[in-house]
């Protein structure tokens, strides 16, 4: 089957490895992962700050990018809900890891004996209904899933919001970086994500936090 | 702008308090037989009425007056207070016991009262010991969230002129025997209305405590406040709201009073107001009515969706406008009071959506909250600095030559901390994130 | 008809009330109404303000009792409203337990201004 992959700009220009680990799940689910040059970034973050013209100026570049009658899949909750729900062009378009359950992909056992914790990216939980596929494909990577006390809290990044508020945006993260301190690592499937609490547990010295792809890939270790 | 995170004492009372009424209402709603039908028709029942609200408020006012009440039409807050205290001061009123209502929080109606010689005294526990401290409420339904026992013996103590023990049922009895005192003598019994029916000419009060009970069978006139709203067609329809109003607010089926009050006392009736009247309030409501903002119009004020809320959660509800916080407020306050006066409330949300997941009347909360981000911007209300910046980055980012280009300087210079302002505010929590030495594109 | 009583007897143990059948408990400060209707699905009781029932009368005493004749009894809301007929009373309560309030620290307290003590008293039709 063919895909195409959308990195996403944070993917593609803070977490390359990640996007790589996605390409690689990919192929090995028996996918041919094209790569549109012309990609660059949804728009979202102008979207939800309001900037309705700067967010059309960057869907109409994804609509040059992007064709519309073959699947996208992406390796991020957020930006995969941006294109279901706000592009002017229908895309069957995925988050990774429902595309790659949809498929019933067995990731490697890279997990063995690992105890891992999901934090439920809020537009992949919400917008896309996204919530068991993560953890399934994660146990089947002989993980062993230690669940959060509130799953349903954002972990505060929210675009502009995590400068607007930034002491709010914060002291969310360290609630979530505290519910999953008591596993070895905190898993996520959005970037968005990833950046804050990593930038976050960087900061004060938290659990490893990762992305779902790469955990699915290489191992959370 | 920015809002706080509440003090630890605070913060854990707000925590505590949130998690109890949100686990409550999962479980109530999971009671429920068909939750999910159950909101569809509310919602529908909601929107019926909104969208004409004209032809709803004229079958209510008519059945209302049918059944003996008065009706009085208030187009704005100003209007509402001058009916308001008209009426107490045409009844000679010295004092006004009154049951929670946020719309008179909403149109600031104590102060207009007490500057015309008459005393109110707020009689939902909740709110006698915000009145007492001089404090706004920060919770619709739990208004006193942050308050602790000790807090509140304090108080108490000194309405009652010696010590009040700092234990809940000390403390209710206190409460209960000094409000009983304001019962008793009030002229005026002011209430809010949860729901208003048309077929009738009813209004709905919604309580707990008995208070709604007590200022509506004991003082000599009745007024409520009734947001023009609140209008629901037919008793049918009220079960169906009130079906959901407990069961999202507290996780209640129903809450220990559901009172439906249809005109004042009638011949040979020992208790009951002589005259009932009803203070229908607009203050910028059918302004609402363009493009999705209308559906803010449905909204119950259940408190589900700060319970749910992580910013509410640790901000807490002083953060937001004096009066309606959380979701709902940053909803509901820039429409009712202008985009312009409050630019602020529609960015606190980190859009995580958990508000319209909880709200049983099914409004898109942080769907209104990205329009009024658009609006901001649409407006020229967003500063002319943030216009630009999204302007200039969008036309970059917009040709892939350019974002190749961009992204390349900004990994030869020092990357996002860069960018001056936002980076700096990042960075005083968080580390900055780096730049990857090789984009993902680079290495296909 | 008696899947109903059971249903409301339940419902309104659950919701607090003391339900006791067809022996009416000596409580001699209670307050004693006579409910029009029984809320099943709810376990509520129904009090219709007339000049035999004034409005305070379950709520100033500490202790309050209603008289609910079985056949009184409705499945739900809608159904009561459906009997009511769209004639109401001038004031219509549906009780569910006692006055409570859980203001002070979230934690649940009764009789706040009304009731601490609620009884139904079931009545054979």
Redesign the interface.
């Known amino acids: 089957m063919r895909v195409q992959l959308f990195?996403t700009?944070l993917?593609?220009?803070?977490?390359?490895?990640a996007?790589?680990d996605a390409e690689a799940l990919l192929r090995a689910a028996g996918c041919d992962v094209d790569?549109p040059?012309?990609?660059?970034?949804c728009?979202q973050p102008?979207?939800?700050?309001?900037?309705?013209?700067?967010?059309d100026?960057?869907a109409?570049?994804f609509t040059r990018?992007f064709d519309p009658d073959v699947p996208v899949v992406c390796p991020s909750g957020s930006c995969a809900s941006m294109v279901a729900h706000r592009m002017p062009v229908r895309y069957d378009v995925w988050e990774l890891s429902s595309f790659l359950d949809d498929l019933d992909a067995e990731p490697p056992a890279r997990n063995d004996g690992l105890r891992l914790a999901y934090h439920s990216s809020?537009?992949l939980l919400?917008?896309l209904g996204v919530d068991e596929a993560p953890r399934r494909l994660l146990g089947r990577t002989g993980a062993e899933l230690v669940p959060l006390t509130r799953p349903?809290?954002?972990c505060?990044?929210?675009?502009?919001?995590?400068?607007?508020?930034?002491?709010?945006?914060?002291?969310?993260?360290d609630d979530k970086l505290a519910d999953g301190g008591r596993a070895d690592a905190l898993v996520t499937a959005d970037p968005g994500c990833l950046?804050?609490l990593?930038?976050?547990s960087?900061?004060v010295g938290g659990v490893r936090v990762v992305h779902l792809a790469t955990a699915l890939a290489r191992g959370a270790a | 702008?920015?809002?706080?995170?509440l003090d630890e004492h605070r913060l854990a009372?707000t925590d505590?308090?949130t998690l109890?009424?949100m686990n409550g209402r999962t479980s109530a709603w999971a009671r429920l037989d068909d939750v999910e039908e159950l909101r569809e028709r509310a919602h529908s029942i909601r929107m019926q009425a909104i969208d004409d609200l004209e032809g709803h408020l004229a079958r209510f006012v008519a059945a209302l007056e049918a059944?003996g009440g008065t009706a009085h039409v208030c187009s704005t807050a100003e209007e509402a207070r001058a009916t308001v205290t008209r009426i107490c001061t045409d009844a000679a009123a010295k004092l006004a016991a009154k049951s929670k209502s946020m719309l008179s929080e909403e149109i600031e109606l104590n102060g207009a009262l007490e500057a015309a010689g008459i005393e109110v005294v707020e009689?939902?526990?909740?709110e006698y010991?915000l009145q007492l401290a001089g404090e706004h409420p920060v919770h619709i339904i739990?208004?006193?969230?942050e308050?602790?026992?000790a807090d509140?013996a304090v108080l108490l103590s000194a309405v009652e002129g010696e010590p009040v023990e700092p234990e809940?049922?000390a403390?209710?009895?206190a409460?209960?025997k000094q409000?009983?005192r304001v019962?008793e003598r009030a002229d005026v019994g002011i209430t809010g209305a949860n729901f208003a029916v048309c077929?009738?000419g009813?209004i709905c009060l919604v309580t707990?405590?008995?208070?709604g009970?007590?200022v509506?069978?004991?003082p000599r006139v009745h007024v409520a406040l009734l947001g023009l709203e609140r209008l629901v067609p037919t008793?049918?329809d009220?079960?169906v709201l009130?079906?959901l109003l407990a069961p999202s607010g507290?996780g209640?089926?129903?809450?220990?009073?559901?009172?439906?009050?249809?005109?004042?006392?009638?011949p040979?009736?020992?208790?009951?107001p002589e005259e009932m009247h009803v203070v229908i309030v607009d203050n910028g409501r059918t302004g609402l009515r363009r493009g999705r903002y209308k559906e803010m119009l449905a909204c119950i004020r259940c408190g589900a969706c700060l319970n749910?809320c992580?910013?509410y959660r640790?901000?807490g509800g002083s953060a937001y406008s004096p009066v309606y916080s959380g979701p709902m407020g940053a909803v509901l306050v820039p429409l009712l009071r202008g985009l312009e006066r409050e630019p602020g409330l529609?960015?606190?949300?980190?859009?995580?959506?958990?508000c319209?997941?909880a709200c049983p009347v099914k409004i898109p909360l942080h769907e209104l909250l990205?329009d009024?981000?658009?609006?901001?911007?649409?407006e020229g209300i967003?500063s002319r600095r943030?216009?630009l910046a999204?302007?200039i980055?969008?036309?970059l980012?917009?040709?892939?030559i350019l974002?190749r280009l961009s992204?390349a300087i900004a990994r030869a210079g020092r990357p996002f901390g860069a960018l001056a302002g936002?980076g700096r505010?990042?960075a005083?929590?968080?580390?900055?994130?780096?730049?990857?030495r090789?984009?993902?594109?680079?290495?296909? | 008809m008696n899947d109903l009583v059971e249903t409301f007897a339940r419902?309104a143990e659950r919701?607090?009330f003391v339900v006791h059948r067809a022996e009416r408990p000596s409580l001699p400060d209670a307050g004693v109404s006579r409910a029009a209707y029984g809320v099943a699905?709810?376990?509520?009781v129904v009090l219709a303000?007339?000049?035999d029932e004034?409005?305070?009368r379950?709520?100033?005493p500490e202790v309050h009792m209603s008289l609910l004749r079985e056949d009184a009894i409705v499945p739900?809301?809608?159904s009561?409203?459906?009997v009511?007929g769209?004639r109401?009373?001038?004031?219509?309560?549906?009780?569910?337990?006692?006055?409570?309030?859980?203001?002070?620290?979230?934690?649940l307290?009764v009789?706040?201004?009304?009731?601490r003590e609620v009884h139904v008293v079931l009545e054979r039709a």
């Not at chain 1, 102008?46 to 967010?55: D, E, P």
């Open positions: 990195a700009c993917g593609d220009l803070l977490f390359p490895d996007v790589a790569f040059r012309g990609q660059t970034c728009g102008a979207f939800n700050a309001g900037h309705r013209r700067a967010a100026r960057l109409r570049n990018a809020c537009h919400r917008e349903d809290l954002c505060g990044f929210g675009g502009t919001f995590s400068v607007r508020h930034a002491e709010v945006s914060v002291a969310m993260a950046m804050h990593q930038a976050r960087s900061k | 702008m920015s809002f706080p995170v009372a505590a308090a109890r009424l059944a009689t939902d526990l909740g010991i739990a208004p006193a969230i308050k602790t026992a509140v809940l049922e403390l209710a009895q409460a209960r409000l009983r019962f077929d009738t009813s707990n405590e008995g208070n009970g007590l509506t069978a004991l008793l049918d009220l079960a009130i079906q507290t209640q089926t129903l809450t220990s009073y559901t009172r439906l009050l249809t005109g004042p006392r009638r040979g009736e020992d208790d009951g749910v992580p910013v640790k901000s529609p960015h606190a949300s980190s859009l995580c959506g958990a319209t997941a990205l009024l981000r658009r609006d901001l911007v649409g967003a943030e216009r999204f302007a980055w969008s036309m980012w917009s040709r892939p974002y992204t936002p505010t990042w005083q929590g968080r580390t900055l994130p780096a730049l990857a090789r984009r993902f594109r680079d290495s296909r | 419902n919701a607090g699905a709810t376990g509520s303000a007339s000049p004034p409005r305070s379950h709520l100033l739900d809301l809608a009561l409203f459906a009511l769209g109401l009373p001038s004031a219509l309560a549906i009780v569910t337990g006692p006055s409570r309030s859980a203001d002070i620290e979230q934690r307290v009789g706040v201004h009304g009731p």
